[in-house]
């Protein structure tokens, strides 16, 4: 008998190089090879919107989800914009949405409210004080008002991207 084998921290059934060690030793490296691959993945949707786009373009089995949450990584906006364009306004719960939306960007996000145009700024405000039974047609006009260009043309080409990319979606 060895004098180190006292001493060693490993179990005796690893020491005497079993099948069942090698076996393990193959599914542990399996695992770690299949698990390096999702990490590389989920690091290159997450990094920043570049290496977002070209890992969804690249990969064929990109789904939307990975395009939507490329969007709201370039800009917290987009989430909220997404959802006045798309969004169906025959739900029963549409208008306390697009209100709740509204606060979360006035009250939660100052900075990101300070950007945006004032008329946009003043029909959020206005959604957001809204009784229930306005909310839906103060969230239409501001759909609508992003479409047409009211709050500028950077809005203007998201809200139309947004609305061609729901349009492809169904077809």
């Given at each position: 008998?060895?004098?180190?084998?006292?001493?060693?921290?490993?179990?005796?059934?690893?020491?005497?190089?079993?099948?069942?060690?090698?076996?393990?030793?193959?599914?542990?490296?399996?695992?770690?090879?299949?698990?390096?691959?999702?990490?590389?993945?989920?690091?290159?949707?997450?990094?920043n919107a570049l290496?977002t786009t070209a890992?969804?373009?690249?990969?064929?089995?990109?789904?939307?989800?990975?395009?939507?949450?490329?969007?709201?990584?370039?800009?917290?906006?987009?989430?909220?914009?997404?959802?006045?364009?798309?969004?169906?306004?025959?739900k029963p719960n549409?208008?306390?949405?697009?209100?709740?939306?509204?606060?979360?960007?006035?009250?939660?996000?100052?900075?990101?409210?300070?950007?945006?145009?004032?008329?946009?700024?003043?029909?959020?405000?206005?959604?957001?004080?809204?009784?229930?039974?306005?909310?839906?047609?103060?969230?239409?006009?501001?759909?609508?008002?992003?479409?047409?260009?009211?709050?500028?043309?950077?809005?203007?080409?998201?809200?139309?991207?947004?609305?061609?990319?729901?349009?492809?979606?169904?077809?």
């Amino acid at each position: 008998m060895d004098n180190n084998t006292a001493f060693s921290s490993t179990p005796t059934r690893w020491r005497k190089g079993s099948k069942a060690r090698t076996a393990v030793v193959g599914v542990l490296a399996a695992g770690l090879l299949l698990g390096g691959g999702v990490l590389a993945a989920n690091a290159a949707t997450s990094t920043n919107a570049l290496s977002t786009t070209a890992a969804a373009t690249s990969q064929p089995n990109a789904t939307a989800a990975v395009a939507a949450k490329a969007a709201l990584a370039r800009h917290p906006l987009a989430a909220a914009l997404r959802f006045f364009v798309n969004g169906d306004s025959s739900k029963p719960n549409y208008g306390q949405r697009a209100a709740r939306i509204a606060t979360v960007i006035l009250d939660k996000r100052p900075k990101l409210a300070a950007k945006l145009p004032a008329a946009l700024q003043a029909d959020l405000k206005a959604l957001k004080d809204a009784a229930a039974g306005d909310r839906v047609a103060k969230a239409t006009h501001i759909k609508d008002t992003a479409l047409n260009g009211g709050y500028g043309p950077k809005i203007q080409a998201e809200a139309k991207r947004l609305q061609e990319q729901k349009a492809d979606r169904k077809a």
